[in-house]
């Protein structure tokens, strides 16, 4: 019997289609029959009331660490994607800085298994661009490709050895997959466990100055415009960063980038009294920084909004600030963050978050979903916009609990994440 779901008379947010009204919208056996208005129900259809609801494409994370294998402590693919589930995701890019790293076709292989056997979000996995992450020679790239990667990084681990970017940019064009980097140079930052400036001196704590990363991120746009290749920048933090990024789209560089809950709300001011749960790379950094990065997404320079869910260990995050590993985890609290204290600060409007959160980051990593178009994906998020809750991550699905977030009221949770037309997450 084929399954059939009826989302009737919800707000439809829909970019791709420029789309935002009062919609039903007809699922069947995982794809989108229909959308229109006064729609009827099939007689054997689940009818979900979506009044007041918004219901959108389904978002996609395409910056996640799922830790599987070697961290199973911290996450699973499993724990991992029901924690996406649960946070209105319908699917996760998984990074492969795992031990040992998805640097081959049947490290791949494995990831996408295990995903499809936790049945919650849809996990894509990422390859490395160096065999090892040891950044000295290429990965196997077209094998993993071939196996299902849709994209290559050594996140977590900068690419410093120009030579071989400029090798993976050229030849990721072959299998038309982004190459995306962590911008950090080593040389600056290698001792560094904040932002550097008046916070970390205060603290006596080593400092990573903006320069690591800018200087990074020029260097990768001169490789991209020489290669032609596709650079895609994780996590850009810093107002010379975006600024770069800007100013190279105009001059038709291909270039994607993607902003972070974290560098869009906090400052390094959330370090203070040497919070472990607020150290991340690239770290938290100033005031005039998080402006230049909400304006980033505001108009499309930092083309999609990622979370870079890193889970640690509790006993990992409760050592000195200089031993403790950097990293949040974000899937959970990412929508009510960007609701709350990005859209309800009128820095984007909600049709600006959906593009962000779910067009764009299918398009840039060329992914299934990313609309409600007939015949696409039934990868569906709805949301209630109104509801208010606190961040409590004794609740999360995800096995760790850093987050900088814990107490903080949020207005915006996911009530239904649909997956090929299957219910894998009910608020």
């Not at 998080?290 to 930092?302: M, Q, Y």
């Not at 870079?308 to 949040?328: Q, R, S, T």
């Amino acid at each position: 019997m084929s399954e059939k779901t009826f989302l009737k008379g919800g707000r439809v947010v829909d970019p791709s289609q420029n789309l935002d009204g009062t919609r039903d919208v007809l699922l069947i056996d995982g794809v989108i029959a229909s959308l229109g208005t006064k729609l009827s129900a099939p007689e054997d259809a689940r009818v979900i009331d979506c009044a007041g609801l918004v219901v959108t494409p389904g978002l996609i994370d395409v910056h996640v660490h799922l830790r599987e294998p070697g961290g199973e402590h911290k996450e699973t693919i499993a724990t991992g994607a029901e924690a996406a589930a649960a946070g209105g995701f319908t699917a996760v890019c998984a990074m492969p800085n795992t031990d040992p790293p998805i640097d081959n076709p049947a490290a791949v292989g494995y990831l996408l298994s295990r995903g499809r056997a936790a049945g919650f979000a849809r996990v894509y996995p990422v390859g490395c661009i160096s065999a090892g992450r040891a950044g000295q020679r290429l990965a196997l790239i077209g094998e993993m490709v071939d196996a299902g990667a849709v994209a290559i990084t050594d996140d977590g681990s900068p690419v410093m050895d120009s030579g071989l970017m400029r090798l993976a940019l050229e030849y990721s064009q072959t299998f038309g997959i982004p190459v995306a980097d962590h911008p950090e140079d080593l040389g600056l930052s290698a001792s560094g466990h904040m932002n550097e400036g008046i916070v970390s001196a205060r603290l006596g704590l080593g400092g990573k100055p903006n320069a690591s990363e800018d200087i990074h991120i020029v260097r990768d746009l001169l490789l991209a415009e020489l290669t032609g290749g596709h650079i895609h920048f994780q996590h850009v933090s810093t107002r010379f960063g975006v600024e770069s990024i800007r100013q190279a789209k105009l001059r038709g560089v291909r270039v994607t980038a993607e902003g972070s809950p974290h560098h869009l709300i906090l400052t390094h001011e959330a370090v203070e009294g040497y919070r472990t749960e607020a150290k991340m790379n690239p770290p938290l950094r100033t005031q005039e920084d998080v402006d230049a990065v909400r304006a980033g997404v505001a108009d499309g320079t930092l083309d999609t909004i990622a979370t870079d869910h890193a889970p640690h260990h509790y006993d990992e995050k409760e050592a000195a600030f200089a031993d403790a590993p950097n990293g949040i985890v974000g899937l959970e609290t990412a929508l009510g963050l960007i609701l709350t204290r990005v859209v309800g600060e009128g820095v984007i409007d909600l049709s600006t978050m959906v593009d962000r959160m779910s067009c764009q980051p299918a398009r840039v990593f060329s992914l299934p979903g990313g609309t409600l178009t007939e015949g696409g994906p039934a990868d569906v998020t709805v949301f209630d916009p109104a509801a208010k809750w606190k961040v409590d991550s004794a609740r999360f699905k995800s096995k760790s609990r850093n987050t900088p977030f814990e107490g903080w009221e949020l207005t915006g949770r996911p009530k239904w994440t649909i997956v090929g037309g299957r219910i894998v997450w009910e608020g």
